[in-house]
């Protein structure tokens, strides 16, 4: 089955190479959703998620003849969208990895959760973190980005990423204990 979806996709996108619009407009409708998703997790606004997915569309489209399926062509727009979205934030001079003052070890290890928590409160919760923390849980988490990639693409040393990582999940569950 996989491989039906991406011998599909592939002839989808070697049409729009040779700029049919149909195969765009098929191609962009069948990922715009997922990077929307990407854009709202990694910016937190609407209008600036829409921005950056047209942009990005509009990238991917010209840029196609660089596309040589070393991936899939998700994998690859989504790596525009949160390259785009990143270096939307550097540009409204969002910080992107917040440091804060007090010492954190990273081995060190929260307290076990014993009990249930509502997916309710953790979407909150997330909403309610600094953007760099909320940045590293959602390329972390929900992306897949190991912390090499997440280095790379934020421009930050890997051990950055990590004790970022800890910290952002340290202060979730702060924020959602308090809720």
Not at 167 to 175: G, H, Q
Request: aromatic content about 10%; overall charge negative.
């Amino acid at each position: 089955m996989e491989t039906n979806i991406r011998f599909t996709h592939q002839a989808l996108v070697e049409k729009c190479k040779t700029g049919h619009s149909s195969s765009q407009y098929q191609l962009y409708s069948l990922y715009v959703d997922a990077m929307y998703n990407i854009g709202m997790r990694m910016l937190g606004n609407k209008e600036d998620a829409e921005d950056i997915v047209q942009e990005s569309f509009v990238s991917a489209f010209k840029n196609l003849g660089g596309f040589n399926y070393e991936s899939t062509f998700g994998a690859w727009l989504k790596r525009i969208v949160i390259n785009k979205s990143i270096n939307y934030l550097k540009v409204k001079r969002v910080p992107v990895v917040p440091m804060e003052d007090h010492e954190f070890h990273l081995h060190e290890e929260p307290p076990e959760q014993t009990e249930a928590v509502d997916i309710k409160k953790v979407k909150i919760g997330i909403e309610k973190l600094p953007t760099g923390y909320k940045q590293i849980l959602n390329l972390y988490l929900i992306e897949g980005y190991d912390h090499n990639e997440i280095g790379e693409v934020l421009g930050i040393s890997t051990s950055t990423s990590k004790s970022q990582y800890h910290r952002a999940k340290k202060k979730l569950l702060e924020i959602i204990n308090e809720l």
